[in-house]
T-cell receptor, first 111, second 116 residues
Framework: AAGVIQSPRHLIKEKRETATLKCYPI?????VYWYQQGPGQDPQFLIS???????DKGSIPDRFSAQQFSDYHSELNMSSLELGDSALYFC??????????FGEGSRLTVL | AQTVTQSQPEMSVQEAETVTLSCTYD???????LFWYKQPPSRQMILVIR??????QNATENRFSVNFQKAAKSFSLKISDSQLGDAAMYFC?????????????FGKGTTLSVSS
């Protein structure tokens, strides 16, 4: 069965640079979520989209923005990167009220 | 705001034995979903089991079952016949049922070790 696809899987950036993460949801899933997970921590919710509209917002820094496109894929844009942004970034997708299915994550390292 | 609490940072079990992971949550909502997710060393987040709050019957998935006590706001996970592959971080999670796309709220997780 098709799963959530995230790209790139690994990304290395310098401080103050910009990074873009992409997420392709499971076909027919209309909702996308972004989470950030530091080492040994629980996933922290950033933002979600339902039918291309922002649905819920968590602890997403102002330096980050995201959107869901007409084909339901989503992109997370991160600017002015800081060392503390180094983390595993998960995308998940679901039907409106269904369980979340997670991608394998994108590992961002900021040097 | 809803919160999820897992009071056991670490648990251990021997192969073939049974272990129970605890989870409590706080909410003023009456309709919601509860989940257990497993995160092995690969860090892939895998859904283990799901429970709808309106269902009184406890969910079961093969060796995994839950004890859902709505009044007590408790949602424990029982793993029977534990296997080495069950070793992972387990997260309890809550999600409101009132709006599409609302966040899945995670507990801090319980690290489960399985010994042979």
């Amino acid at each position: 069965a098709a799963g959530v696809i995230q790209s790139p899987r690994h990304l290395i950036k310098e401080k103050r640079e910009t990074a873009t993460l992409k997420c392709y949801p499971i076909p027919r899933h209309d909702t996308v979520y972004w989470y950030q997970q530091g080492p040994g921590q629980d996933p922290q919710f950033l933002i979600s989209f339902y039918e291309k509209m922002q649905s819920d917002k968590g602890s997403i820094p102002d330096r980050f923005s995201a959107q869901q496109f007409s084909d339901y894929h989503s992109e997370l844009n991160m600017s002015s990167l800081e060392l503390g942004d180094s983390a595993l970034y998960f995308c998940a997708s679901s039907l409106a009220f269904g369980e979340l299915f997670f991608g394998e994550g994108s590992r961002l390292t900021v040097l | 705001a809803q919160t999820v609490t897992q009071s056991q940072p670490e648990m251990s079990v021997q192969e073939a034995e049974t272990v129970t992971l605890s989870c409590t949550y706080d909410t003023s909502e009456s309709d919601y979903y509860l989940f257990w997710y497993k995160q092995p060393p690969s860090r892939q987040m895998i859904l283990v089991i799901r429970q709808e709050a309106y269902k009184q019957q406890n969910a079961t998935e093969n060796r995994f079952s839950v004890n859902f006590q709505k009044a007590a706001k408790s949602f424990s996970l029982k793993i029977s016949d534990s296997q080495l592959g069950d070793a992972a971080m387990y997260f309890c999670a809550y999600r409101s049922a009132y709006q599409a796309g609302t966040a899945l709220i995670f507990g801090k997780g319980t690290t489960l070790s399985v010994s042979s």
